[in-house]
């Protein structure tokens, strides 16, 4: 009963700010004349909404679900409630590869998540060897993350010192902020993005016996390894195609799979779920407060998170919820 009264609440509260969202900004309409000018197509108004407030609320909304996750995805390979797209470098090494690959071949803009991927995938086995080395100790994850971020982010800020227009134009394609997104964009990350979270979520079942220990499973007979594996790629594809259109949004899958065992439990049946309509919840919240606090002018949904996520990390630190690997 807990479950259902916590999803309906998430749900109905996500359809009033989808609503504010759209309502909302430097033109202010009325519902009814946002019907009629999407069905004639002849109101200006209208059409600037659609082309650009549209996009970005999409964006907003399947970048979000996509990283809380992939945040839960990646505690449950790990088994460290820590594991986070952005702590552990997946998000910088998905958004350099995009970018390098995106500048010299800009023809293949659209293929940018699989350029992403490839970024993430290798972020994730360089941070996911080292750390494993003796165990995955949350304290060296976090360390080895914050390297592997450093090296693909100043990798990344080559690009934006070359003094090449075309680089910065492509540098700013990429950077942690909605605006300025197209349809193009929206259909990216719905068509990559829709699909990666749909096969997210057969996955439940593989996550909770994967939050065993590796002989448990194994006696229950799960391959354990090939599991991990399949788990692992699923995270990474989310985290990198959110990074590719979104840019690198930080702490948001730290901070929604513990929102939602607090509210729901660990059972990762009812966890992704939560997952993807609370993180497209708070990201389509930070993006909507950045447009409004200092309108005309905007703040990145980037910074918002990273202003909620760092004391929230902080406070899971100091009163030693990530020592166990348990939340």
Request: charged share 10%; hydrophobic share 55%; net charge positive.
């Amino acid at each position: 009963m807990k479950k259902t009264i916590v999803f309906a609440s998430v749900i109905i509260t996500f359809l009033f700010l989808l609503y504010l969202a759209v309502m909302s900004g430097s033109i202010r309409i009325s519902f009814t004349q946002l019907l009629d000018g999407l069905g004639s197509k002849t109101d200006e108004e209208v059409n600037v909404i659609y082309d650009l407030r549209f996009p970005r609320i999409i964006i907003a909304c399947f970048a979000g679900g996509a990283l809380a996750i992939s945040g839960a995805l990646m505690q449950s390979v790990m088994r460290n409630p820590i594991a986070d797209p952005s702590i552990i470098g997946i998000s910088s090494g998905a958004s350099f590869t995009s970018l390098l690959f995106v500048t010299l071949y800009p023809q293949l803009y659209f293929f940018m998540p699989l350029f992403a991927f490839i970024g993430g995938i290798i972020a994730f086995l360089l941070v996911y060897s080292f750390a494993y080395r003796g165990g995955l100790n949350p304290l060296k994850l976090i360390l080895i993350g914050v390297a592997v971020h450093a090296t693909f982010t100043g990798l990344a800020d080559v690009f934006n010192y070359r003094g090449s227009y075309s680089v910065t134009s492509i540098s700013a394609a990429t950077t942690s902020t909605l605006a300025m997104k197209t349809w193009s964009d929206a259909t990216m990350i719905m068509l990559y993005g829709g699909v990666a979270i749909l096969l997210s979520l057969f996955l439940a079942g593989a996550c909770n016996r994967l939050l065993l220990s590796d002989k448990t499973a194994l006696g229950i007979g799960m391959k354990v390894t090939s599991t991990r594996l399949l788990v692992s790629i699923i995270a990474v594809v989310l985290a990198s195609i959110a990074t590719a259109v979104a840019g690198v949004i930080a702490f948001l899958g730290l901070l929604v799979p513990h929102i939602g065992r607090q509210l729901i439990g660990s059972d990762y049946k009812w966890l992704l779920p939560f997952c993807a309509i609370a993180g497209a919840w708070i990201l389509l919240l930070a993006d909507t407060l950045g447009r409004l606090v200092l309108a005309p002018n905007e703040i990145p949904a980037s910074i918002f998170m990273s202003i909620i996520g760092g004391p929230f990390l902080i406070f899971l630190l100091v009163r030693g919820r990530i020592n166990d690997g348990t939340t």
